[in-house]
């Protein structure tokens, strides 16, 4: 060994750990809303939003014959769940009626029932699905489902913002690195809503 040679494998040995830090920060887009703090922002949450771009790692839903889609999110009384009411316009309307559960520790919310109507046709939607909320601009919502039917990077802005268009148009590349950073093995990137118009 020459001198300087272990202090360059060690130089190496910091910027490797700290590449793959930055990728699984992914440029400070990656920051979960941790359980404890969901409280702190369960009224911004709360409302109703429209989806303005998503993208999939499945072809199990086709979320490019998406027209609309519109969330309601309702605290329950007991503090502890979430009324989660979405609702589709592909060829026909679909509606998933969900309620998903406020984790104490982790970020990560487990939807604990859910029902599905097609043109008032109810059946039980059997998906053992887990949600993320991410930190996000005021008026934006970024969720991250994940479930048997598949994962899917959903970016919605609240009802009335929702038509601002050079905004989403703006942010377009801060969604496409976080679907990057979400999913690993390459996703379907569906055409955002909001250029559809």
């Not at 027209?67 to 989660?84: F, K, W």
Request: charged share 20%; with cysteine; glycine share 4%.
């Amino acid at each position: 060994w020459r001198l300087g040679q272990p202090k360059t494998m060690l130089l190496l040995l910091v910027a490797a750990v700290g590449t793959y830090a930055a990728l699984e920060d992914c440029d400070g887009l990656n920051k979960t809303v941790p359980a404890k703090d969901l409280h702190k922002v369960s009224l911004f949450i709360m409302g109703d939003w429209i989806l303005v771009w998503s993208v999939s790692d499945s072809k199990t839903i086709n979320m490019e014959n998406i027209s609309s889609s519109h969330v309601e999110l309702r605290l329950h009384p007991d503090n502890t769940t979430i009324s989660y009411i979405e609702r589709n316009m592909f060829l026909s309307c679909t509606t998933y009626n969900s309620t998903v559960l406020i984790p104490s520790e982790q970020s990560v919310m487990d939807i604990v029932a859910a029902t599905m109507d097609i043109n008032g046709v109810v059946s039980l939607f059997n998906d053992s699905a887990k949600v993320e909320f991410f930190e996000s601009c005021p008026e934006c919502l970024v969720m991250v489902y994940r479930g048997n039917v598949g994962q899917y990077l959903l970016i919605y802005r609240k009802e009335g913002h929702h038509q601002d268009i050079e905004k989403t148009k703006e942010a377009h590349s801060d969604f496409k690195k976080l679907a990057s950073c979400q999913f690993e093995h390459g996703f379907f990137l569906c055409v955002s809503l909001s250029e559809k118009y």
